[in-house]
């Protein structure tokens, strides 16, 4: 790189062989990245016996819709869709509302187990699934629950045992990034209100709540990605198959489509759209999600 | 998240706990903070805590009134009978844990590093990097599956069959043995580059957050010190992000010992298994109701990635406290 010739301005931006080398480099890298995605979107519109016969980088002779027919009907995927939509809207939701009631609570008055509860909750969400999973699963076959909201009439295998430990779980990073954020808000806030005799409801739900909502916004683009493409949870606490939601109703579709690699690249399509269109859409708050407790450090 | 009103968070005066709210407010906030408490120590901690404890029973699931200690025999049986399968399990937790961090790690802070420069088009490079990581890891599995190393017509078949079918993912010889038990097997390292796939991306927009945070004015006067690129990197950057690092080691560490979803949904035979898919296996299919020994074994994950858990969360919570002591 040339040197900077006086403080403050930027170093010339000349074509220099290091720079040459450094936009290969990236754009070479950006290419490769997009091979797999790329070679699977192609493959779903083609028929297997092709793909076959040329390989999956070929020219293609047919395009054809047959594969994700074949996936929508076969997998069942509006049922699955549905299925994700009724444990992810409620869990969402609560999420948000309990870690940022706690993240308020927390930051915004002063306590002696503050830092203990935070951690508590930051180091819960760190830990792996895995670690839960035995005693979780015994509780939750040994919960009762009536037959108009489990199928199985236990909290094991029922929309309302997801939504619980997707909350659980989730409310751990939520709280974390909420009272970071709230924690930058003046306290003066607080005291005005008080003198004002609002009730710590309201200080919670008219005041610092709307002043919130960057952060809000934030974390429900990020946990709508992390709770959609929750895989673990429901494939353990889930065991009826079309009960499942579509990203984990995919181990069932491993199984059936084993022949056919283009079908369960279309399948991939439909479990990863949604997904997608909500990063696309929605990228500046997904990032700033993510980045947001990371940079606090 | 800049642009909030950052004034230095007040010293509360007043002696806090429950008695610093009168009336209806005390039971207010006592139903703010103790339901989504209950509810997190109910299903993660609780759980966590009998993870450890069932681990010295035998237990099968069944009855609750079966229950019995039995000590250390768990224990003893992982290392003695299933050693194969739990030392087999742990070396792929070590190596790729190791693989992430000289792989895909590394790889996102380089990426990072060069995407902060004035590059043209650096977010549309940023937004094609970090596509995988907003796909489910088991997506991720299934996109691999059927491009790249589809038994007929992946890429990689394509590229080394030579007209003849791989069976990737089914390929359990060890590429590196070591010992003539154990070792690196080729599923395994074909599903590696799957999780780097993702990973890069994940780490490059961490390391993005922690790089504009650097001041610019910094780099600049190491430049003209006539210290070089590397040179400016690794003495004033690099430990300028000691935040940032902390968090990408965590997250790098906690990665490679949660790792289950790909493992699991591409159903790969024997040799890729590591120890989140023993926990599981004690507890689905024909292995079922083993709680006493997946519990011994998630013990073990759980005393493995503890200690990351707790430098991570000491070292967030003592910046915050210096932040506010400013």
Avoid at chain 2, 147 to 164: E, P, V
């Amino acid at each position: 790189m040339t040197a900077a010739e006086a403080p403050g301005t930027r170093p010339q931006r000349s074509w220099d062989l290091g720079r040459v080398l450094l936009y290969a480099f990236i754009s070479l890298s950006a290419l490769l990245w997009l091979v797999p995605l790329f070679g699977a979107l192609l493959s779903s519109f083609r028929p297997f016996a092709e793909t076959v016969r040329d390989g999956a980088f070929s020219w293609p002779h047919t395009l054809t819709l047959d594969n994700y027919q074949n996936a929508w009907v076969q997998g069942d995927i509006p049922r699955k869709y549905l299925n994700t939509a009724i444990i992810l809207i409620p869990a969402l939701l609560l999420t948000l509302f309990f870690s940022s009631m706690v993240a308020f609570v927390c930051s915004r008055f002063s306590w002696k187990f503050n830092v203990l509860l935070l951690s508590l909750f930051t180091a819960g969400n760190l830990l792996p699934q895995q670690i839960i999973i035995q005693p979780l699963f015994q509780f939750y076959n040994r919960v009762p629950l009536p037959s108009w909201l489990s199928s199985t009439e236990k909290l094991n295998g029922s929309f309302l045992g997801l939504v619980l430990i997707h909350v659980a779980f989730q409310s751990g990073f939520c709280t974390f990034v909420l009272s970071n954020y709230m924690k930058l808000l003046p306290k003066t806030l607080n005291d005005a209100a008080r003198m004002d005799g609002a009730s710590v409801w309201n200080q919670y739900w008219q005041i610092i709540m709307p002043l919130t909502l960057p952060a809000l916004a934030a974390l429900a683009t990020l946990e709508f990605t992390w709770i959609y493409n929750d895989f673990f949870w429901a494939v353990v606490l889930m065991q009826q198959g079309a009960n499942r939601p579509i990203t984990s109703a995919l181990a069932n579709l491993s199984g059936q489509f084993f022949t056919d690699d283009n079908l369960i690249a279309a399948a991939s399509v439909f479990v990863a759209l949604p997904t997608l269109v909500v990063y696309f859409a929605l990228q500046r708050y997904f990032i700033a999600g993510l980045t947001v407790g990371a940079e606090k450090g | 998240m800049t642009g909030s009103p950052s004034l230095p968070a007040a010293r509360a005066s007043d002696t806090g706990g429950l008695r610093q709210f009168e009336g209806r407010d005390r039971w207010v906030v006592a139903a703010m903070l103790g339901i989504p408490t209950l509810l997190h120590i109910g299903l993660v901690w609780i759980p966590t805590v009998a993870s450890i404890l069932l681990s010295f029973t035998d237990w099968n699931g069944i009855r609750v009134s079966d229950i019995r200690w039995v000590g250390m025999k768990n224990y003893v049986q992982i290392v003695t009978v299933f050693s194969t399968n739990f030392f087999q399990a742990l070396l792929n937790n070590l190596v790729l844990l190791v693989f992430l961090f000289v792989g895909p790690t590394a790889l996102g802070i380089v990426f990072a590093y060069l995407l902060d420069r004035d590059i043209r088009g650096t977010r549309f490079y940023q937004g094609i990097f970090f596509t995988p990581v907003v796909l489910s890891v088991a997506v991720v599995g299934f996109i691999w599956k059927s491009a790249i190393y589809s038994t007929d017509s992946g890429l990689a078949t394509q590229l080394f069959g030579r007209g003849h079918s791989i069976d990737w993912l089914g390929n359990q010889s060890f590429v590196i043995p070591i010992g003539d038990r154990f070792g690196v097997s080729a599923n395994f390292l074909a599903i590696l580059v799957a999780i780097a796939w993702r990973h890069a991306g994940y780490i490059m927009v961490l390391y993005l957050a922690g790089l504009k945070s650097v001041d610019s004015s910094l780099r600049e006067a190491a430049m003209l010190d006539g210290s070089n690129e590397w040179q400016v990197f690794r003495h004033v950057i690099f430990p300028s992000l000691k935040p940032i690092n902390v968090v990408i080691v965590v997250i790098t560490v906690i990665e490679a010992l949660r790792a289950f979803d790909i493992i699991y949904v591409l159903h790969t035979p024997r040799k890729t298994e590591v120890l989140s898919i023993l926990t599981t296996n004690n507890l689905l299919g024909e292995g079922g109701g083993n709680v006493g020994r997946g519990s011994a074994y998630a013990t073990i994950l759980f005393l493995l990635c503890f200690g990351f858990v707790i430098w991570y969360v000491t070292n967030h919570f003592r910046a915050t406290q210096e932040g506010a002591d400013a």
